[in-house]
Each structure stands twice: as structure tokens, then as C-alpha cells.
């Protein structure tokens, strides 16, 4: 088996096909690139609405009882499963968070000793509402707890739009890839199609098919392989350049890799590119290589 | 040693479309025989050739070509009996973009052959054919009878032992159909069996083999002293 001539053939196909060769590499860049902004925004997305989640706390205030009994509720709060982490804020913190925010006129108030000294309670983020719910309305019965506040509407509404936004994410998502993957196959077609006469004379001389494939194979990874760098140096440029100027107040969030480095979507993004690429050529070269005759008058 | 027979016909029948293009078909090629075909357009010659490379297989009968059953023998196994065959049309199909060697040595390449005897049988077959002057220029560059005779040395290429040429002078002046002839004769000389398929009677008479006809879907001989006054009907 010739490797070197299917090497050589493969790579050969941009020269004999030049604009269908750079037609299919645009249209396989264009849908990397567009999944992988996707993905980028999507993750990002995903990160800050977990962040608001997790700015949703319960606050728990307590009787003026000793330590023993404030212990008692600490260690019913941590047994729950809903719960990541548990704050105390003495009956002074209370008071200096209370001077800090309200300034020289609220040191009167808090000089009375009225706040009472409470837990925050920070959730985990796969909470449900119905299992916090349950959580607040066990701790509320605790005959040491004087007050659970806990602001279920806001809780409910950024469950509900995260919900959504995934949602129609991940619609959107499999949309774009689904296109994507009909675009690009469409135009690798096309490309083998401008080699039916090639494919029709290696019939003629008696080449298997399974080595007519290979050197349309080999130039569907090449075709992946240069799309998977462009899509990847696009995505680079509007992140690092382009958004940051049109958006020059948004949060450093909005603009992370996923993952946090950037070598997980960029690697994700070349396998894809070259997975398309690969079975695009080959989904083509086999339906052509089926359906040629040899013969002249088809 | 070899079998007589490259091709045998046994009773074969194709039809198309509920309409019966061969019927009742007995034929044999010996091993070395040049045998031509003749018949008006749409009679059944070029289904009569996609039998023997197998671009269809009969409805009836048995076709073996070269010890290979075309109708029970799997896909896989249809590039090797392509190998054993060549085929040349009246349109060349050669590869525009590469040059007259390169065109041949396609033929050796993609059967997996390796570079010491590409190069070495790809100037055996274009000297065959006189044109190893012009291996460098591309198939643009040549007169219709030089491409076809680049076609022929393609077909030559695998050492095949049937030569099957669908009108090769079709598309050529009187003399190169002329200088085809000579090197069909040629080939057929060093014990290559040839079924030509043709309409020029000019060269049937000038070159007489065994000729055949099919008519009405049936294969019938012919006197290629008696196809003159035919001629004029096709």
C-alpha cells in the first residue's frame, strides 16, 4: 500500500481544487468558531449566574442563649446537606456592619444592642428550592432560633432564568451544530464532487475503495486541521481584543476560558474541526465512490 | 497454464427498466483472440462491456471473466478484476491536471505498486505506444490520437489479459484511428486478448477479426466483407 502517494495526494487536493478546498475550510471554520464562542460564553455564563446563586444566603438569627446552644444550631445547620458553609456574626459584628452601613447615625442605634447575633448560611450550589426550603422551615421550628430569612423569590427567579438561559444555550448549541455539520458536509460533498472524474479513473484502473478514500481522508484532516487554527485564533482575538473594546466596563468573568485555561476549549475545538473535517471526507468520498460509474455515457 | 477462455457469456440476459437489453447471450474471448463489436446505438454494446468489469450484473446466465464470476463474486473483489482488465472509452479520461506520466503511473500507484516498478513500467508502456518523448506534457498539450494512445498505455499498465476499447477511434481523424489500430494489433500480437467495440467498418475491413454483432439483443456473426452497405445505416 502506497502511503506516500496517498500523503501526497491528499495534500495535492488543494492545488487541483483550490476554491472548493478554501470554501470547505471557511465553512468548517465558521461553525468551529461559532460553537466555540458558544462554549465560551456559555461556560462563562454558566460561572456567573453560579455566582449569583451562591451570593443567596440564608440568614438564621438566634436567641440570646450561650455557647453550647449556639453550638447545637451550627452543628444541625452543617448536618444539612443543602448547606456548603456556616458564618457566625456575633451581636458586635452585627453592630459594626450596621454603623459601617447606616454611618454616625446609626452608632446610636447600634449602642442599644438590639441586633441579635445570627448565622449566615452560604448553599450549595446544586440546591434545590424545595430541599432549602425544607432546611429553613426545620431550622424556624428550632426553639433557640428567633428568625430564618431566607429571600425565596430571588433564589426562585435566578433558578428559573439560569434554567433558561441553559436551556436555550444548549438549543441554540445543538442548532449550530447541526448546522454546522450539514454546511460543512454539504461543501465537502461538493469539493469531492469536482473529483468525480479522479474517482471515476481510479475505479477504471481497479483501486479499491477504501484506497480511493484515503487521500480524500487525509485532505479532510488537513482541511480540519487549518480550520481548527484559524476558528481558534478568531476566538483568541475577539476575546483578548475585540470585547474588551466594545465592552471596556464588564467583569474579567465574562472573558475567562473555560476551565480556566485556555488549552480545554482550544484542544476541544481543534478535535472537533478535525472530527468534522475526517468524517465529512469520508461520509462524501464513500456516498461518490458508491454511486460513480465507470463507464462514459454516466 | 492459463485458461483459453478470458471471457465467457452463458445464456445471459439484462434488461432495464422492464425492457430486455441482451437476451440468450453465448460468447467466449480466447486467451489472444481480437475480436470486434459492432451494433446500432442502444443495442446492448456498452451493457455488453459493464458486464465484463461489472459496472451491473446480468438479470440471467453467467459472465467469468478471467476465472472471476461477475455475478457471485463480492464488491470487494471487483477492483481486481478491474486490474486484470483494460479499459479504454472514446472519451479519454485522462487526469487534465497531471502530466502524461503521471497519468500512467496513477494506474500503478493506486494498486498499490511500489516506485521501482512505476517508473520502470510506466516507460516500457509509453515507449509501447511511442510516447515517452511527451511524458512530460499534459494531456492538453497532445492531439486526440496521443491522448488516446496515453489512455492505452494507462490501460497497459497493470499487465492486463484483456484489452476492452469502447470506440477508441470514435473521437480521431482516419489516420490516427489508423495508428490506434496498429497498436491495438500490436498489443494483441504479444497474446493480449482485445474486444473492440466500434462503428468504423473502414477499419473492421482494413484490420478483419472475428466481428460480431448484437441485433434485436441477440449476438449474431458478421462477414466484415458485407458491412459496407450496412455502414451507411449508422
Known amino acids: 500500500m502506497s502511503l506516500g502517494y496517498i500523503i501526497k495526494e491528499g495534500f495535492a487536493g488543494y492545488k487541483r481544487a483550490k476554491f472548493s478546498f478554501i470554501t470547505s475550510i471557511i ?12 462554549a465560551r460564553f456559555g461556560y ?103 428568625e430564618v430569612i431566607f429571600n425565596r ?44 472524474k ?26 480540519g486541521f487549518i480550520a481548527g487554527l484559524l476558528a481558534s485564533g478568531v476566538l483568541d482575538l475577539v476575546f483578548r481584543y475585540v470585547l474588551p473594546k466594545l465592552i471596556p466596563d464588564a467583569d474579567e468573568m465574562v472573558f475567562q476560558w473555560p476551565l480556566g485555561e485556555w488549552y480545554y476549549l482550544i484542544g476541544a475545538m481543534m478535535l472537533l474541526s478535525l472530527l468534522m473535517g475526517l468524517f465529512g471526507s469520508r461520509w462524501a468520498a464513500k456516498k461518490f465512490i458508491r454511486e460513480t460509474s465507470i463507464a462514459t455515457n454516466e | ?18 425492457k430486455t437489453v441482451l437476451k440468450d447471450i453465448n460468447f467466449t474471448l480466447q486467451n489472444g483472440e481480437f475480436v470486434y463489436m459492432i451494433g446500432s446505438t442502444g443495442a446492448g454494446k456498452s451493457s455488453f462491456l459493464k458486464l465484463i468489469y461489472r459496472d451491473i450484473v446480468p438479470d440471467m446466465g453467467d459472465v ?7 455475478q457471485s463474486m463480492s464488491n470487494s473483489k471487483v477492483p481486481y478484476l478491474r486490474r486484470s482488465i483494460g479499459i479504454v472509452f472514446q472519451d479519454f479520461q485522462l487526469l487534465p491536471d497531471r502530466t502524461v506520466h503521471d497519468n500512467v503511473a496513477f494506474a500503478l500507484e493506486v494498486t498499490g505498486q511500489s516506485r521501482r516498478i512505476v517508473k520502470q513500467r510506466v516507460l516500457e508502456v509509453l515507449s509501447l505506444v511511442g510516447l515517452s518523448h511527451k511524458r512530460l506534457n499534459m494531456p492538453d498539450d497532445l492531439s486526440g490520437g496521443e491522448q488516446q494512445r496515453v489512455v492505452i498505455a494507462r490501460a497497459l499498465a497493470n499487465e492486463p489479459r484483456i484489452l476492452l476499447a469502447d470506440e477508441p477511434t470514435g473521437n480521431l481523424d482516419p489516420e490516427a ?49 458485407t458491412l459496407h452497405t450496412e455502414f451507411r445505416s449508422f
Open chain 1, 27 to 38: 465553512s468548517l471554520m465558521l461553525a468551529v468558531l461559532l460553537l466555540g464562542l458558544l
Open chain 1, 44 to 146: 462563562n455564563t454558566y460561572e456567573i449566574a453560579e455566582y449569583l446563586r451562591t451570593q443567596v444566603d440564608v440568614e438564621v438569627y438566634i436567641h440570646d442563649v450561650d455557647y453550647n446552644r449556639r453550638l447545637a444550631i451550627r452543628q444541625m445547620l452543617e448536618a444539612e446537606a443543602v448547606v456548603d458553609q456556616v458564618n457566625y456574626i456575633s451581636k458586635d459584628s452585627a453592630a459594626a456592619v450596621f454603623i459601617r452601613d447606616f454611618g454616625i447615625e446609626g452608632s446610636t442605634m447600634a449602642d442599644l444592642g438590639f441586633l441579635p447575633a445570627s448565622y449566615r448560611v452560604s448553599l450549595n450550589s446544586d440546591a434545590t428550592l424545595d430541599d432549602i426550603v425544607a432546611m429553613v422551615e426545620l431550622v424556624r421550628e428550632h426553639r433557640d432560633v428567633d
Open chain 1, 153 to 196: 423569590m430571588q433564589y426562585q427567579m435566578l433558578q428559573s432564568r439560569f434554567r433558561m438561559v441553559m436551556l436555550i444555550g444548549g438549543g441554540l448549541g445543538a442548532f449550530i451544530l447541526l448546522t454546522a455539520i450539514i454546511l460543512v458536509f454539504n461543501t465537502i460533498r461538493l469539493t469531492i464532487y469536482a473529483k468525480k
Open chain 1, 198 to 223: 479522479l474517482i471515476r479513473a481510479m475505479k477504471l484502473v481497479g483501486a479499491t475503495n477504501a484506497f480511493i478514500r484515503r487521500p480524500f481522508l487525509v485532505e479532510g484532516l488537513l482541511q
Open chain 2, 1 to 18: 497454464m492459463a485458461e483459453k477462455n478470458v471471457i465467457e457469456f452463458r445464456d445471459v440476459a439484462v434488461s432495464y427498466d422492464g
Open chain 2, 64 to 70: 467469468i471473466v478471467n476465472g472471476y464470476n461477475v
Open chain 2, 177 to 225: 484511428s489508423s495508428q490506434i489500430m496498429d497498436i491495438l494489433k500490436q498489443i494483441n500480437n504479444r497474446g493480449m486478448a482485445v474486444l473492440m467495440v466500434t462503428h468504423n467498418y473502414d477499419l473492421v475491413r482494413k484490420f478483419p477479426n472475428r466481428t460480431l454483432r448484437i441485433k434485436d439483443g441477440r449476438l449474431e456473426v458478421v462477414d466484415a466483407n
